[in-house]
């Protein structure tokens, strides 16, 4: 979804809700969270009887819904893949790589299917980022109120290969959990992963916010975890996560924790104010 242009809500029928944002896309950069996806919401997709995952704003190039209806299919093999770009220019350019599964639309956060479908997923990477703080609660709004009733939002921000990446997975309700995943080999502490926070906590690290509490909580128990690093960077990770486990409301386990992840409830995060 490159001008930084402030969106509106007051827009004239059929024209797309949001606005340009910069594009910037790699291959691989959001395998971390495509993985997640597959892992804890394929089950949802299986069940789905003609599940539509969404892309939006996938960017200058298509490699992201590409890569994610592979990723998806793996989980879920009736699934497909529809992305969703604000700049039509992108999406001419995406059209050459339709295939059976895999469409790209004119849209915003309206996020307009055909015959008015609800998705089972939207992905939205990177692109709130460049919104305002103050505007995410209502996107968040617009898109949950578009999701099938097990429909699952999530929305978050990686760094331009992918090492880093922190998401918000939310269902039609709201909010539920905050996902903090990483290459273990390239951490320093897991206070690194601060830049890559959504939009909704970014400007929340700061103390007397609870993000910015489970960061320094995060950081100490990795350094508590120092002499495990000698089995490798995942046995460390694993053991910091289990003394986290014991302040914060985890909702992942070690399954998850050996992936480089580790998820939080959104209520434990939640910004003040």
């Known amino acids: 979804m490159a001008s930084r242009t402030t969106p509106t809500t007051s827009r004239a029928p ?11 896309t790699n291959p691989n950069r959001l395998r971390r969270m495509d993985r997640w996806i597959a892992a804890t919401h394929g089950a949802a997709l299986r069940r789905a009887e003609a599940p539509v995952a ?16 592979a990723r998806l299919r793996e989980a879920a ?4 893949v ?45 692109v709130l ?12 709004e617009r898109l949950c109120a578009r999701l099938a009733p097990d429909g699952l939002l999530v929305e978050g921000t990686c760094d331009e290969i992918g090492r880093r990446h922190v998401w918000v997975a939310l269902g ?20 690194d992963l601060a830049e890559r926070l959504p939009k909704a906590l970014i400007h929340r690290n ?7 509490a489970f960061l ?36 992942d386990g070690p399954v998850r924790w050996r992936q480089g992840e580790l998820t939080v409830c959104w209520e434990a995060l939640r910004p003040t104010g």
């Open 216 to 251: 320094r909580d995060f950081d100490r128990a990795w350094a508590a975890a120092a002499p495990y690093a000698s089995y490798g960077a995942r046995q460390r990770w694993i053991r910091t996560a289990r003394a986290l486990a014991g302040d914060w409301p985890l909702a």
């Open 14 to 24: 059929g024209r797309p809700v949001g606005s340009v944002t910069r594009g910037t």
């Open 129 to 140: 980022r460049q919104y305002d703080e103050e505007q995410v609660a209502a996107v968040w």
């Open 82 to 126: 529809v992305g969703i770009e604000i700049e039509p220019a992108r999406v001419a350019g995406a059209k050459p790589y339709e295939r059976e599964g895999l469409s790209f639309r004119h849209g915003g956060f309206e996020v307009p299917l055909e015959d008015g479908a609800r998705p089972a997923l939207i992905r939205a990477a990177n």
């Open 77 to 80: 093999p009736r699934v497909r």
């Open 54 to 69: 969404v892309d939006l704003g996938y960017g200058a190039a298509p490699w992201t819904a590409v890569e994610l209806l």
């Open 172 to 191: 039609p309700e709201g909010a539920r959990t905050v996902t903090f995943a990483t290459r273990l080999g390239s951490l320093e502490r897991p206070s």
């Open 206 to 212: 700061v103390p007397g916010e609870p993000v910015h």
